[in-house]
């Protein structure tokens, strides 16, 4: 291959990584609304010591080697405390595969938020835009 042709591939596939990279940014941390209700979570099945919202839960689910999910539950812990009738419970699917596989976690952090019958009204992939969490758990509030 001659020099010119290389160099075209290697912009070529810096091109196609940038624009991987800015698709991914976009969309990692976005409040995706789920219009079936057809899954609802009892939160005390996953952790024990798990208490709902009577309005909204924040559903986190975490790993031990997930360093943004530190964030995440110190910004829904926050969000909670702030935001009355609202809960955040944190579930660590390190060693609970079954979990994993149940709700199609495919990253950590991802979170659900579930309205006061438990039922999945979003899902965030990623560490969550407080602007669009916030603006979620108010839509969910208005409509409990």
Same mark, same amino acid.
């Given at each position: 291959? =001659? #020099?010119? +042709?290389?160099?075209?591939?290697?912009?070529? !596939?810096?091109?196609? +990584?940038? /624009?991987?990279?800015?698709?991914? $940014?976009?969309?990692?941390? $976005?409040? %995706?609304?789920?219009? &079936?209700?057809?899954?609802?979570?009892?939160? &005390?099945?996953?952790? /024990?010591?798990?208490?709902?919202? &009577?309005? +909204?839960?924040? !559903?986190?689910?975490?790993?031990?080697?997930?360093?943004?999910?530190?964030?995440?539950?110190?910004? !829904?812990? +926050?969000? /909670?405390?702030?935001?009355?009738?609202? %809960?955040?419970?944190?579930?660590?699917?390190?060693?609970?595969?079954?979990?994993? =596989? %149940?709700? =199609?976690?495919?990253?950590? #952090?991802?979170?659900?938020?579930?309205?006061?019958?438990?039922?999945?009204?979003?899902?965030?992939?990623?560490? #969550? %835009?407080?602007?669009?969490? $916030? /603006?979620?758990?108010?839509?969910?509030?208005?409509?409990?």
């Amino acid at each position: 291959m =001659n #020099p010119a +042709a290389n160099v075209a591939v290697l912009f070529g !596939l810096v091109a196609v +990584a940038t /624009a991987a990279g800015l698709v991914w $940014r976009a969309s990692t941390g $976005r409040v %995706r609304t789920i219009s &079936s209700t057809d899954t609802v979570i009892a939160v &005390s099945e996953l952790s /024990a010591e798990a208490v709902a919202g &009577s309005g +909204a839960t924040l !559903l986190q689910f975490s790993t031990k080697v997930c360093a943004p999910c530190t964030t995440t539950h110190t910004l !829904l812990g +926050a969000l /909670a405390d702030e935001i009355a009738h609202v %809960r955040h419970v944190d579930v660590d699917v390190t060693s609970r595969p079954d979990i994993a =596989n %149940r709700f =199609n976690l495919l990253q950590s #952090p991802t979170t659900f938020i579930l309205d006061a019958r438990g039922v999945v009204r979003s899902r965030i992939g990623g560490a #969550p %835009r407080p602007s669009e969490v $916030r /603006a979620e758990l108010a839509r969910i509030l208005t409509a409990h």
